[in-house]
């Protein structure tokens, strides 16, 4: 009897454990550069001024130019910061986290824009990235911010994902 709790407990132990471990692999953090020739970095980039998109960040990309070369200028990614409480309606923010910088390539899987920018396959992006806000938990972080030696922290700014979409 006592080898059964002692089975049950290490059995939710491990799922716990590895519950957690899925937070830290299933968060990506993108460190960008808006000084960059391929990042366009744009306030509320819906014209009529009825966006719930705050800003914008899209990165060129290279994913179209062995498929489809004809397309290859559409190939970009899109970071949008809005409000995820639809996506999410029964967590809370906050959106934007305040975080240490040594351990966020510690704890999270971390890219930057350069490397978004040279992927040349969409499947290689979308597994290391994600897509849209459920398939990853995705975060920005300002590269300016990253390198102020003036702090130890930064802020992370919950943003959704998106590929495909003609910029101009």
């Known amino acids: 009897?006592?080898?059964?709790?002692?089975?049950?407990?290490?059995?939710?132990?491990?799922?716990?454990?590895?519950?957690?471990?899925?937070?830290?692999?299933?968060?990506?953090?993108?460190?960008?550069?808006?000084?960059?020739?391929?990042?366009?970095?744009?306030?509320?980039?819906?014209?009529?001024?009825?966006?719930?998109?705050?800003?914008?960040?899209?990165?060129?990309?290279?994913?179209?130019?062995?498929?489809?070369?004809?397309?290859?200028?559409?190939a970009c990614i899109v970071f949008r910061n809005i409000n995820l409480s639809e996506y999410f309606p029964y967590q809370v923010g906050p959106w934007d986290i305040k975080m240490h910088k040594g351990k966020i390539k510690d704890r999270f899987i971390v890219e930057n824009d350069k490397w978004i920018n040279l992927q040349k396959d969409y499947r290689t992006l979308n597994t290391r990235i994600g897509f849209y806000p459920r398939h990853k938990c995705n975060f920005i972080v300002w590269k300016q911010d990253f390198d102020n030696v003036k702090t130890d922290l930064v802020t992370m700014h919950r943003v959704t994902v998106g590929y495909y979409e003609i910029q101009d």
Not at 4 to 14: A, E, N, P
Not at 38 to 56: A, L
Request: charged share 20%.
């Open 1 to 74: 009897m006592k080898s059964i709790f002692i089975i049950i407990g290490l059995i939710v132990l491990l799922s716990l454990d590895s519950k957690a471990q899925l937070l830290s692999t299933d968060t990506v953090v993108c460190i960008i550069d808006t000084t960059k020739c391929y990042v366009k970095y744009r306030e509320n980039p819906i014209v009529d001024g009825n966006s719930e998109f705050h800003w914008q960040v899209s990165i060129q990309g290279h994913y179209y130019d062995i498929e489809w070369p004809q397309k290859k200028d559409f």
